[in-house]
């Protein structure tokens, strides 16, 4: 295997992508540790194991979608040529083979079957969302597919050092369901992009006296009015989720501050662009969610370091991680004029 394939099968893998976990995991485990003693065994095969699934759902993401992403993501390795798509194939059993074994020997150290549960809906929810006979991202469900996608790996990293769901005031749980709600808004989001893809290449019309707002989504089957009500509902609503845990003692002041203050402001930028155009701000609308989303993981993160190292540090420890996020982006994504925000064709 040559260093250009290896180089391709790690693009395959979309590790800016997969980069946007290790916060919400690191906040997770150290706020259910809560003082306490960590046994690193279990933490660091919990954490190679979700890092290992979310690259195998991305993986599998690029494969299945080889022929479509001529149109929606022509950075795909398939696409392009760097990557044969056989090649990609045997890569990809081999990630789940891997990620089997790695399984196995969580359970081994841990014996902790919720945990393990858990790990194995993980999997599930990953491989569901693009791999036939399932593939998820093409129905209705598609948005309770990404609500499960950060859900159940940070609940994950919880339960590998506090075996209680309920501990803390039921935290995980609440903190959970802000991150259900806020990715199903995300998964209504790509969907605008597709569609905005699908419009400029005339794959997708709008009807004859008809509008924009009546074009059903790509792969939702919503129409654009519809998916936008939903859209904001569901990420606005996990917002507003925040003061009332705040005032059920499940937040504290600093979460729930940082949370309103960094993630609540971006995502209300994203809303408010797409009231003012659903589709053509599609692909500026989908960063602006994703910067939320970054945002809500490293307040997670912020927060729960500052209880083992000074406030300064921990924002230190946060730029640091979005100057990784700039490399890894690029290399799915190179900047310039085929930048994220400007349609994504082939030339």
């Given at each position: 295997m040559n260093i250009r394939t290896l180089k391709a099968l790690w693009k395959a893998n979309i590790p800016p992508m997969v980069w946007l976990c290790p916060p919400l995991l690191i906040g997770a485990i150290i706020l259910g540790l809560d003082g306490g003693a960590p046994e690193w065994a279990p933490i660091a095969l919990l954490?190679?194991?979700?890092?290992l699934l979310m690259a195998i759902?991305?993986?599998?993401?690029?494969?299945?979608?080889?022929?479509?992403?001529?149109?929606y993501f022509p950075?795909?390795?398939?696409?392009?040529?760097?990557?044969?798509?056989?090649?990609?194939?045997?890569?990809?059993?081999?990630?789940?083979?891997v990620a089997g074994v790695f399984l196995?020997?969580?359970?081994?150290?841990?014996?902790?079957?919720?945990?393990?549960?858990?790990?194995?809906?993980?999997?599930?929810?990953?491989?569901?969302?693009?791999?036939?006979?399932?593939?998820l991202k093409e129905t209705v469900a598609d948005p309770f597919n990404h609500g499960f996608l950060y859900a159940l790996p940070t609940i994950a990293a919880w339960l590998v050092v506090e075996p209680?769901?309920?501990?803390?005031?039921?935290?995980?749980?609440?903190?959970?369901?802000?991150?259900?709600?806020?990715?199903?808004?995300?998964?209504?989001?790509?969907?605008?992009?597709k569609t905005f893809h699908a419009?400029?290449?005339?794959?997708?019309?709008?009807?004859?006296g008809g509008s924009v707002y009546?074009?059903?989504?790509?792969?939702?089957?919503?129409?654009?009015?519809?998916?936008?009500?939903?859209e904001a509902v569901t990420i606005l609503g996990a917002f507003v989720l925040v003061p009332i845990f705040w005032h059920l003692g499940i937040f504290d002041a600093a979460l729930s501050i940082g949370l309103l203050a960094a993630a609540f402001p971006t995502a209300v930028f994203a809303i408010a662009m797409r009231?003012?155009?659903?589709?053509?701000?599609a692909p500026k609308c989908l960063v602006f969610t994703i910067m939320a989303g970054v945002d809500i993981g490293l307040v997670l993160f912020g927060v729960a370091v500052t209880s083992y190292i000074h406030w300064g540090f921990a924002v230190l420890a946060c730029i640091v991680y979005l100057i990784v996020f700039i490399p890894l982006f690029r290399t799915i994504e190179p900047f310039g004029r085929m930048s994220v925000t400007t349609p994504w064709r082939e030339i």
């Open positions: 954490l190679v194991t979700i890092t759902l991305e993986f599998a993401n690029v494969y299945t979608d080889r022929d479509e992403d001529r149109l950075n795909n390795p398939i696409v392009t040529g760097e990557l044969d798509a056989g090649k990609a194939r045997k890569a990809l059993i081999l990630e789940n083979i196995v020997a969580l359970l081994l150290v841990t014996l902790n079957y919720s945990l393990i549960i858990v790990v194995i809906g993980c999997w599930f929810v990953n491989l569901a969302y693009s791999v036939p006979p399932l593939r209680s769901l309920t501990a803390g005031n039921g935290f995980i749980i609440a903190f959970a369901s802000l991150l259900f709600l806020f990715s199903f808004g995300y998964g209504i989001s790509v969907k605008f992009r419009l400029n290449s005339g794959l997708i019309q709008v009807e004859q009546d074009v059903r989504t790509v792969g939702l089957g919503l129409k654009v009015k519809t998916a936008m009500v939903l009231v003012k155009d659903p589709v053509k701000n």
